[in-house]
């Protein structure tokens, strides 16, 4: 019996250690024909991950940034989701790398889901991003939705998410989908064969 809960506790700490932190950076990467983009702008995440979005200031010492993540909905392009969630607007000075805040939402199905910058036109310019993108919810019919460069819709309500203190204070390379569900299993394989070894240690 004891052994048996010694097992569950692995299976438990191998639960934590599937609940990743998928980082998402608002930025301006000025060598691209479109630059205001989130990076990566395609992710998967699992119930339980968090999406933690960090907002670029451009470092140029000359014009600060100004960006924002809302949750949309794919039938109306750069226009909100009822009741989803809102960081309100990140003004980073012109001098900073980022934002000393970061926007941290979690995961509660894997149904898709899109996100965008609800300043100016940066949504129609290209900012925004999906996870879980699936059947005719993804990032190319979103795209393909966008027809006409307009100003966004913003919520009026700021919520769906946690403004927290900015650990990681730096500007991330644009990620490939699914390179942090790779890290989970290996690392749910060590919790599970520790919790083997356990029981046959008994
Ligand atoms: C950021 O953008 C919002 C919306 O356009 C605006 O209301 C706000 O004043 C801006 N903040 C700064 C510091 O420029
Ligand atoms: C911009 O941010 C940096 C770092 O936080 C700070 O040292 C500087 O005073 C800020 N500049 C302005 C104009 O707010
Ligand atoms: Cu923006």
């Given at each position: 019996?004891f052994?048996?809960s010694?097992?569950l506790?692995?299976?438990a700490l191998?639960?934590?250690?599937f609940?990743a ?5 608002a ?9 205001l983009e989130?990076?990566?702008n395609?992710v998967t995440a ?13 470092g140029?010492g000359v014009?600060?940034?100004?960006h924002?993540?809302a949750?949309?909905v794919?039938?109306n392009?750069?226009?909100p989701?009822p009741n989803?969630f ?6 980073v000075?012109?001098?900073?790398t980022?934002a000393n805040m970061?926007?941290?939402v979690p995961?509660?199905s894997t149904d898709?889901i899109?996100?965008y910058?609800?300043?100016g036109?940066?949504?129609?310019r290209?900012m925004?991003?999906v996870?879980n993108?699936?059947g005719?919810?993804?990032l190319?019919s ?9 100003n966004?819709v913003a919520?009026?309500?700021?919520g769906?998410?946690?403004m927290?203190s ?13 390179a942090?569900g ?7 394989l060590i919790?599970?064969?520790l919790g ?5 240690a008994?």
């Open positions: 019996m052994c048996r010694l097992f506790v692995a299976i191998a639960d934590l250690a609940s932190t998928i980082e998402i950076v930025q301006a990467a000025y060598d691209k024909p479109e630059p989130f990076a990566p395609e699992a119930v339980g991950d968090v999406l933690e979005f960090h907002f670029a200031g451009p140029t014009l600060g940034s100004n924002s993540v949750q949309g794919f039938e392009p750069c226009n989701a989803g809102f960081s309100g607007y990140m003004a000075n012109a001098t900073s980022e970061v926007f941290r995961v509660k898709p899109v996100f910058c609800t300043q036109q940066h949504c129609t290209g925004y991003g996870v993108g699936a005719d919810k993804t190319q979103y795209r393909r939705s966008i027809t006409v460069n307009r966004a919520p009026t309500t700021i769906g998410g946690e927290v900015n650990e990681i204070s730096r500007i991330l390379p644009a990620e490939t989908p699914g942090a790779s890290t989970k299993v290996s690392l749910a919790f599970v064969g083997l070894a356990l029981l046959i008994q």
